[in-house]
Structures are given as C-alpha cells and as structure tokens.
C-alpha cells in the first residue's frame, strides 16, 4: 500500500490550497479515506473523513471552508482548503483503514507541510 499526499505549501491567511493523496495497493473505491493534520507541539487531529459512498464528515474547526473529496477513477483523495487561517498549520497526512477481513491496518502518507501565515 501507498499513499502519496502533495499539494502543501505556504501561503496566507485567506488564500486557498488543495492537497492531494494518491493511493494505491489496495481497493480505493469500496475504502473510507481521511486526512489527518498535526501541528508542532500538538497531537494529530482528524480532519476530514470520506466514506466509500461519498459521505463526508469534517472537524468543527474547518467545516465550511474544508472539503474533502475522491476520484475513485483516479485513486485519489483530496482536501480542498478555503478561507485558511494560521491555526491550519500543520502536517497533513492521509490516511487510509483499510480491513483485511477481520484485521484493520492503518496506513498513511508521508505528510504535506501546510504554512498559513497571518
């Protein structure tokens, strides 16, 4: 399993970035993906969380300027990140559970640094 996130960067406060997770390895379409984000000193946090039929779930802090979606033709996963504010900063990895009929492995991303500055 493989899951390359891409898309992070630095910007300002009010701009907008969309990352990008590709997966591979396992079967993306019928898998639930998330993003996760951890800031420096901090623990990591659940972003966002896509279900294999396109239900999506947010953390309060960024709901109605996040949005996560998929491509399932595509194998990707991405957070589409509006009105940021410098409290985004952080790494954001992907995240994918994927079960292995009564085992669940967790696999994750490399991380994509995501620089909000005020």
């Known amino acids: 399993v493989q899951l390359q996130a891409s898309g992070g960067g630095l910007v300002q406060a009010g701009e907008s970035l969309r990352l990008s997770c590709a997966a591979s390895?396992?079967?993306?379409?019928?898998?639930?993906m998330r993003w996760y984000r951890q800031a420096p000193g901090k623990q990591r946090e659940l972003v966002a969380t896509?279900?294999?039929?396109?239900?999506?779930n947010y953390v309060d802090s960024v709901k109605g300027r996040f949005t996560i979606s998929r491509d399932n033709a595509k194998n990707t996963v991405y957070l589409q990140m509006n009105s940021l504010k410098p409290e985004d900063t952080a790494v954001y990895y992907c995240n994918a559970p994927v079960h292995y009929g009564l085992t669940l492995s967790n696999y994750w991303g490399q991380g994509t640094l995501v620089t909000v500055s005020s």
């Open positions: 390895g396992f079967n993306f379409s019928i898998n639930n």
């Open positions: 896509i279900t294999n039929d396109g239900t999506t």
